[in-house]
């Protein structure tokens, strides 16, 4: 049974059969060809069993190996490795099929090459989920045949090997790594004039060129010869909490990946660099309810914690509740933090409806509301207009477009930042506007 389950006929084979049935054809008017063609019949049963004998004759001879990673990050390419490797003392040749999870619907995978005697090879391909959650992988099939090609025997190896796909790893990683190096400039972060100095006293040290006069510590200087100065640091562990809106507003689609996931990928590598910054970090999401609550905490392993509860959370189809979140802030969130608020409006009164829950947010934390440009538009507004119905379309594109940044105004006007962004660039504008408030000390 474990043969018949194995057994194939190569493609080749079929071809060999339609070209011996055309020569028994023209044999009704070339008679000598019909001898020939029952020649070759026998000679192709024959080399029939030969190829069946030399692919089964020793066991099992290619061994697969799926090597996949512990987690794979949401929205980027992860790389896929499998090595194989063939025992025949003869050239095989491999076609391999690797049944992907169900969630990125491709059906047609295969990858075809040869393998030499006690030959190794690698084979690397990359996928790109959109979507949080368990991706399981099916069997991994090689099919090996000889040089013969006319039998194929199937080799399945590691069924159902199960991944999860967590938030944007790899870009956690690049942003930490640039962020390290200085180089952060190269995409789109810039860095941040200082606007006088913080509050947070450091040490007190001796007066050079340069230094801001209005720091100079007279009774320091009084009791020494040189002019003394004090000298102020970065505020450190402030309380930064990322607040993500999980209603049906964040389940609109770009390129693929719902808002909420970009949001859920900038919270992400948003809090690492705060806490690499040594500012507390935490988390609320929410919509008819407060769905997840992480208390702001400085410690990198938080990070983990964070990782965790982004991992979980989905859109739900409802309209969410500010009102709720407000109350829920001013009873949990007592010390004064800055407060990223993941959530889109499409219509100002929509925008409006929220004001007031917003405005008394703001009265106590520093609130940036991160709301996104609707990029689909763009097409449609930048499109030349040759009929009366695509000026329809490019006139209301364009009010749409316009009232996105009048809501950005309006926001603006009541003291609350705001950030307007396109949801590719949605990390690395949350990251500068941070770097921002924290170099203007207006937290």
Do not use: C
Not at 68 to 90: C, G, H, T, V
Not at 159 to 179: E, G, R
Not at 247 to 266: E, Q, T
């Amino acid at each position: 049974m474990q043969f018949l389950k194995s057994f194939y006929i190569h493609n080749s084979f079929f071809r060999y059969i339609a070209i011996l049935a055309a020569g028994f054809i023209i044999s009704y008017w070339i008679p000598n060809l019909y001898p020939i063609a029952w020649l070759l019949s026998l000679l192709l049963l024959a080399l029939f069993f030969l190829d069946s004998y030399l692919l089964y004759a020793s066991g099992n001879r290619i061994e697969a190996e799926r090597k996949l990673p512990k987690k794979l990050s949401n929205s980027d390419l992860n790389e896929i490795a499998i090595r194989f490797r063939s025992q025949y003392p003869f050239k095989t040749y491999i076609s391999l099929i690797d049944e992907l999870p169900v969630q990125f619907q491709k059906r047609d995978f295969e990858h075809k090459t040869s393998l030499l005697k006690n030959e190794t090879k690698d084979f690397k391909y990359t996928v790109r989920p959109v979507d949080r959650g368990e991706y399981v992988f099916g069997n991994l099939i090689v099919f090996a045949s000889s040089t013969l090609r006319i039998v194929k025997r199937r080799y399945v190896f590691q069924k159902d090997q199960m991944v999860p796909v967590y938030p944007s790893i790899i870009q956690m990683q690049q942003y930490d790594f640039l962020a390290i190096s200085n180089k952060l400039s190269q995409f789109g972060m810039k860095k941040i004039r200082r606007i006088g100095h913080t509050q947070e006293f450091e040490q007190i040290k001796e007066y050079v060129q340069g230094d801001d006069f209005r720091t100079v510590n007279w009774k320091a200087t009084a009791k020494n010869v040189a002019l003394m100065v004090n000298q102020y640091q970065d505020e450190k562990s402030q309380p930064i909490y990322s607040i993500i809106d999980t209603g049906r507003v964040m389940k609109m689609p770009f390129n693929g990946l719902k808002l909420l996931d970009y949001a859920i990928n900038s919270t992400l590598a948003f809090s690492n660099v705060a806490l690499k910054k040594n500012d507390k970090t935490g988390m609320v999401a929410f919509s008819k309810n407060i769905e997840t609550y992480v208390p702001a905490v400085q410690k990198m392993t938080h990070l983990n914690s964070i990782l965790e509860k982004l991992y979980n959370i989905n859109t739900a189809f409802t309209d969410s509740d500010f009102g709720m979140l407000y109350a829920h802030i001013k009873r949990k969130i007592n010390q004064r933090s800055l407060l990223l608020l993941y959530t889109n409006f499409e219509h100002i009164s929509a925008m409006r409806r929220q004001l007031p829950f917003l405005l008394a947010i703001a009265k106590k934390h520093v609130l940036v509301v991160v709301f996104f440009e609707n990029t689909a538009l763009d097409d449609i507004i930048t499109a030349d207009a040759e009929d009366l119905q695509t000026i329809y379309h490019k006139t209301i594109a364009e009010k749409f477009s316009l009232d996105k940044r009048l809501m950005q105004k309006e926001l603006q006007q009541y003291g609350i930042q705001t950030i307007l962004t396109k949801p590719e660039d949605l990390t690395i504008n949350t990251i500068n506007t941070y770097l921002k408030i924290k170099a203007r000390g207006l937290l």
